[in-house]
């Protein structure tokens, strides 16, 4: 890990959006309005306010506009654009940010991630992040319960709330 332990954001935008159509029929996901301003800008304030100073978003090939929307609407940050060839997964679209992840801790948040807590969703990250930077873990996944699993993920924690499978 980066010495300074300063976390790169990595904004993850290239996926179909199927859960949020037909909205993702017109747009990008990253570019779909929510409250007049778009999902990107939402992702960007919530890492930026924990904390976050370096933004790597991750687009789809024919995503031309999320990098002009994204580089000109915070000056606060360094933004980087990176291109997923083909909708293959997280993974993957974190693997095309390449040598910028290298010895550094990330945060990876889907474009549409929506934090819900009672404090104010900057804090419950800069806490997240805290925690997970103090701790020197490898990786830490937060999860939430939902009532459609099927369309989410599903992981399987043992005992001790470790993952041990994702599906």
Known sequence: M??????????LTG???TRLRPL????PKSQIPLLNKPLI???MDLL???GIQD?????????????????????????????????KGSGDALAACDAIL?????IVLAVDTILQDSIPEQIQLQSQIETFVANNWDAWLPLHETD????????????????????
Do not use: C, W
Not at 148 to 167: V, Y
């Open 102 to 106: 290298e010895d550094r801790n990330v």
């Open 55 to 87: 933004i790597a978003i991750v687009v789809g090939p024919d995503d031309k506009a999320t990098e002009l929307i994204a580089k000109n609407y915070r000056s606060d940050v360094k933004v980087s654009v990176h291109i997923q060839k083909a909708p």
């Open 48 to 50: 930026a306010k924990a």
């Open 24 to 27: 993702s029929n017109f747009y």
């Open 2 to 11: 980066k010495d300074d332990n300063t976390p790169l954001g990595v904004i």
């Open 148 to 167: 459609r699993p099927t369309q989410m993920g599903i992981a399987e924690l043992d005992d001790g709330e470790k993952i041990i499978s994702l599906e």
């Open 41 to 43: 800008h939402y992702s």
């Open 15 to 17: 996926g179909k959006a």
